[in-house]
């Protein structure tokens, strides 16, 4: 059985508007509507990036060179500085791996998220064996929208050579709503 519920006007708690009809099928939405469905309905901007090349590091924090976009809906990622800085203020969610080739044992390898050269998230683990191993890191962040960037920053306690490809070494984000 079917309910129809007919009205041509939705109010808040408040009896302010926030939905009206002309009884035409035309709706208008309240000011406040307007601006939550304009700015509230999409998780942008938002990227995605892997590193096209394997490459080789030293035993330290450093730098992982993600240089091929995936997507970037408001070109805020930097292929070239290798990292992204939003035009818009908020939350955002990050997530990065870093796919090594056999990185020897008993050594400690991470993977971070670093938001103005700073770790807000990492992921770490201890090699066991000498084989390829994916070490990922995710987080949430405040962002500025202005100044702040963030990118991804990996570790292994001897050098490490990650394998390249949008599946193995790969960092992206995007801007969280309704929070």
């Known amino acids: 059985m079917a309910s129809i519920i007919k009205a041509n006007q939705l109010q808040d708690f408040g ?7 002309d009884g035409a099928g035309t709706i208008t939405l309240s000011s406040g509507m307007n601006t939550a469905v304009a700015t509230g309905t999409n998780n942008t901007p938002a990227f995605q990036a892997y590193q096209g090349s394997a490459s080789t590091y030293g035993a330290a924090v450093t730098l992982i060179t993600c240089n091929t976009e995936v997507f970037d809906s408001n070109s805020a990622y930097d292929t070239s500085a290798y990292r992204f800085t939003p035009q818009v203020a908020g939350k955002y969610f990050f ?16 993977c971070r998220l670093s938001k103005n050269g700073s770790a807000f998230a990492v992921g770490d683990q201890n090699s066991a064996v000498n084989r390829d191993q994916a070490v990922v890191a995710h987080g949430s962040v405040d962002l500025n929208g202005s100044s702040d960037y963030v990118d991804l920053r990996g570790y292994n306690s001897s050098s490490m050579t990650t394998v390249a490809g949008s599946l193995y070494t790969y960092f992206g984000g995007y801007k969280l709503i309704g929070v």
């Open 15 to 21: 009896g302010n508007s926030i939905i009206t009809s």
């Open 95 to 110: 997530y990065g791996q870093i796919y090594i080739a056999s990185p020897g044992t008993n050594l400690t390898m991470q």
